[in-house]
């Protein structure tokens, strides 16, 4: 299942009527895991990320990464985390703007892609590198790779197409030989489209979703970021967000991080 907007009506789980009292709730994304992020409507309007049991998702370690860089950069003020016998949740508040998928970006995709790109030099310039306690570095990643690998946990069908006809040996061949850092930043770990919000005037107003968040080279992000341009808006915007980033084209970084990325 591809991550997105629903395309069925979803039951809110107990918990999740609970904080909304009655208030007008609804399913605003469901992901690969099937962790499911309502709105909960009103004048104390929130958003609550829930899921089930065995997601593997860790909403403990997002909620520490958004309290974190809540002081330097727009993102969810954490509420609440919780957990109980049917699954985890995290309340948030919102942040101003929408995301840059929604009906009116997908239909100007020039701005969009520049607010992105915008957004993600921002960020990568205001988080300091020096303060930060959480690592999202290739090294880590790829002992991760290794591990998922030992397990049997990696499935070269989920990859994207350009990565299929690998092997994971080949793949975990190929990951192994780490590119020098280009530039040491905090990355926000899942830079796809969807993660930035643009405010009405089409500027990037805020990002969500740093679950992953930690100290990388730029590229990390960036790889992923241009990669999400052709599946949210079609092919050939990547050169419009590396150039409102600032930055030049890197093909080897680029090829090594979106490898990186579909090894977990």
């Not at 998702?57 to 969810?76: G, I, K, M, Q």
Request: glycine share 10%; hydrophobic share 40%.
């Amino acid at each position: 299942m591809p991550a997105g907007p629903p395309s069925h009506d979803v039951e809110p789980p107990g918990v999740v009527r609970g904080f909304a009292a009655g208030r007008p709730t609804r399913a605003v994304w469901e992901n690969e895991a099937g962790g499911i992020t309502f709105e909960v409507a009103g004048p104390q309007r929130v958003f609550i990320k829930w899921a089930p049991n065995g997601s593997g998702l860790d909403f403990d370690a997002e909620a520490e990464r958004l309290s974190w860089a809540s002081p330097f950069t727009p993102v969810p003020r954490v509420l609440e985390t919780g957990r109980d016998e049917t699954g985890a949740w995290l309340v948030t508040s919102p942040v101003p703007g929408e995301t840059a998928i929604n009906d009116r970006w997908r239909a100007s995709p020039e701005v969009a892609v520049k607010a992105i790109g915008e957004g993600l030099r921002a960020l990568h310039e205001t988080l300091p590198v020096g303060q930060c306690p959480f690592s999202w570095s290739a090294e880590h990643r790829v002992d991760g790779a290794q591990r998922s690998a030992a397990t049997g946990a990696l499935e070269p069908t989920r990859w994207h197409p350009e990565h299929r006809t690998l092997s994971v040996e080949d793949a975990l061949h190929l990951v192994s030989d780490i590119p020098p850092i280009d530039r040491l930043v905090v990355c926000h770990g899942d830079a796809c489209a969807p993660n930035t919000l643009i405010d009405v005037d089409g500027n990037w107003s805020g990002n969500v979703d740093l679950g992953a968040l930690g100290v990388a080279d730029r590229w990390a992000d960036l790889a992923v970021a241009t990669w999400s341009t052709e599946w949210n808006y079609g092919p050939g915007w990547e050169a419009t967000l590396l150039a409102a980033y600032g930055v030049e084209a890197d093909a080897r970084r680029t090829k090594f991080y979106r490898l990186l990325w579909d090894l977990g």
